[in-house]
């Protein structure tokens, strides 16, 4: 690795332990690739101790559209909550809401299992499903108008993630995504509805990458492992004192106190 990539991902990772623990935001430091945004992941997630046993339990993963590259962040374990949740004394420095459903491993997967699976197969290792709240937020001056690649660094602008109770996935093998309605309702906003409207067409499109991507060191990845796996709704706002819902018929519903 060159030296001035090296150098690159240092300040990186310094710039975002320093704004994580001071609370203040930090003008985004230009990385290379997302090899050097995936190191500043890491590096932040050692400097902060976020994963004792060196195994993360919780990820986000997606992209735009199918033919994108994929990306995915481990998430900070104190950040993530089960509905109904209370954030009235949690500091954020934007309030970004996005709908979602998360899924868990039902199996350990290790990267020999991960390089095998296709989207079939990896719809197998699930057990089961839940509506979840991404809050989005950015450790960066420039918001969510930072580079990609330091997007990409700060945990793809990860805030903290809601869960809604656990459903069996084994009913949702089959399921029609293009027919599941999302809704989602901020404070007395009008309700924004949703109809098929994941990027993916299928919520576990995403499960082969993140699984490669996390297995990619040797790494296992863990039963009861779960991953949210993106948007149905863009990116919507909230403020301070909002009441948050997401609800996806027939999988649940979560909520998010603000």
Same mark, same amino acid.
């Not at 690795?1 to 240092?10: E, F, G, L, R, V």
């Given at each position: 690795?060159?030296?001035?990539?090296?150098?690159?991902?240092?300040s990186a990772v310094r710039?975002?332990?320093?704004?994580?623990?001071?609370?203040?935001?930090?003008?985004?430091?230009?990385?290379?690739?997302?090899?050097?945004?995936?190191?500043?992941?890491?590096?932040?997630?050692?400097?902060?101790?976020?994963?004792?046993?060196?195994?993360?339990?919780?990820?986000?993963?997606?992209?735009?559209?199918?033919?994108?590259?994929?990306?995915?962040?481990?998430?900070?374990?104190?950040?993530?909550?089960?509905?109904?949740?209370?954030?009235?004394?949690?500091?954020?420095?934007?309030?970004?809401?996005?709908?979602?459903?998360?899924?868990?491993? #039902?199996?350990? +997967?290790?990267?020999?299992?991960?390089?095998?699976?296709?989207? %079939? !197969? *990896?719809?197998? &290792?699930?057990? $089961?499903?839940?509506?979840?709240?991404?809050?989005?937020?950015?450790?960066?001056?420039?918001?969510?108008?930072?580079?990609?690649?330091?997007?990409?660094?700060?945990?793809?602008s990860h805030g903290a993630?809601?869960?809604?109770?656990?459903?069996?996935?084994?009913?949702?093998?089959?399921?029609?995504?293009?027919?599941?309605?999302?809704?989602?309702?901020?404070?007395?906003?009008?309700?924004?509805?949703?109809?098929?409207?994941?990027?993916?067409?299928?919520?576990?499109?995403?499960?082969?990458?993140?699984?490669?991507?996390?297995?990619?060191?040797?790494?296992?990845?863990?039963? #009861?492992?779960? +991953?949210?796996?993106?948007?149905?709704?863009?990116?919507?706002? %909230? !403020? *301070?004192?909002? &009441?948050?819902? $997401?609800?996806?018929?027939?999988?649940?519903?979560?909520?998010?106190?603000?």
């Open positions: 690795m060159p030296n001035d990539t090296k150098a690159s991902i240092s710039a975002l332990v320093q704004a994580r623990q001071s609370g203040r935001c930090t003008a985004a430091v230009p990385l290379p690739d997302a090899a050097s945004a995936y190191a500043v992941q890491e590096g932040v997630a050692h400097a902060l101790g976020w994963f004792a046993d060196g195994v993360p339990r919780h990820w986000k993963s997606g992209g735009p559209s199918r033919a994108a590259v994929l990306t995915h962040a481990p998430l900070p374990p104190a950040g993530v909550w089960a509905s109904p949740a209370d954030a009235r004394n949690w500091a954020f420095n934007l309030r970004g809401i996005e709908a979602e459903v998360a899924l868990r491993l #039902g199996r350990d +997967v290790d990267a020999t299992m991960a390089a095998q699976l296709d989207l %079939a !197969a *990896a719809r197998n &290792v699930i057990d $089961a499903i839940c509506v979840s709240i991404e809050v989005v937020d950015s450790r960066w001056t420039e918001g969510l108008d930072a580079p990609a690649l330091a997007k990409l660094a700060d945990l793809q993630l809601v869960l809604s109770e656990w459903v069996p996935f084994a009913a949702f093998m089959a399921h029609d995504w293009a027919t599941q309605v999302c809704r989602v309702t901020i404070g007395h906003a009008p309700v924004v509805e949703r109809r098929g409207s994941h990027a993916m067409g299928d919520p576990a499109f995403v499960l082969p990458a993140w699984l490669r991507h996390a297995t990619q060191n040797g790494s296992r990845v863990h039963a #009861g492992t779960v +991953v949210t796996t993106g948007t149905w709704c863009g990116i919507l706002h %909230a !403020a *301070a004192g909002d &009441v948050v819902s $997401a609800e996806f018929p027939g999988i649940g519903k979560a909520v998010l106190q603000f």
